[in-house]
């Protein structure tokens, strides 16, 4: 083959490859609705706002319960502390005050020592999740903050506790 058959056919097969792989043309599909279980004020930006603490569901969870004579912070509160974690790292004027409470029974000291020790459980997990230890305090009321007065397990069982209250915003 000479040079000029040699250059028509390579020329020939590039116009055939080339239309070949023509672009087709790809119609957008609907985007269907997505669940999210981010919070409204994140979606955004990403963030937490002072206005989620009325709003958003796991904000809105300010109680952490504990096992008789525990002062571990259960698995099932996790998501719990990362929530309230990322409220401290997102609005770092947040300030919040561990309350750490217990059922009647035991002595009144025993009972504000483990009180304090449930309160220091939840900043530890608070700070583990990136929370500031300057933006927390911890205090104790033993058994004297019931929520149920009644002497049976089921009321001791809402007793023994950390409220978590902000104080400022």
């Known amino acids: 083959m000479n040079k000029t058959v040699r250059i028509a056919l390579v020329a020939l097969l590039c116009v055939g490859a080339a239309a070949c792989s023509k672009k087709q043309e790809v119609k957008p599909q609907p985007q269907q609705p997505q669940e999210t279980t981010t919070a409204p004020a994140q979606q955004g ?6 206005a989620d603490l009325d709003t958003d569901a796991c904000l809105k969870q300010r109680v952490v319960y504990f096992d008789f004579d525990k002062d571990e912070v259960k698995p099932e509160f996790q998501q719990i502390m990362q929530c309230h974690a990322k409220f401290l790292q997102d609005v770092p004027t947040a300030r919040m005050r561990l309350e750490g ?8 000291e025993y009972n504000l020592g483990l009180g304090e020790r449930r309160a220091n459980a939840v900043s530890s997990a608070l700070q583990a999740n990136g929370g500031s230890s300057s933006q927390i305090s911890v205090i104790s009321y033993g058994k004297e903050k019931p929520v ?20 400022a915003t």
Do not use: F, L, Q
């Open 148 to 167: 149920c007065r009644e002497h049976n397990e089921d009321c001791w069982s809402k007793n023994r506790r950390v409220d978590i209250v902000y104080t």
């Open 101 to 108: 409470n217990t059922d009647e029974r035991g002595t009144r």
């Open 45 to 50: 930006t990403g963030k937490y706002t002072a």
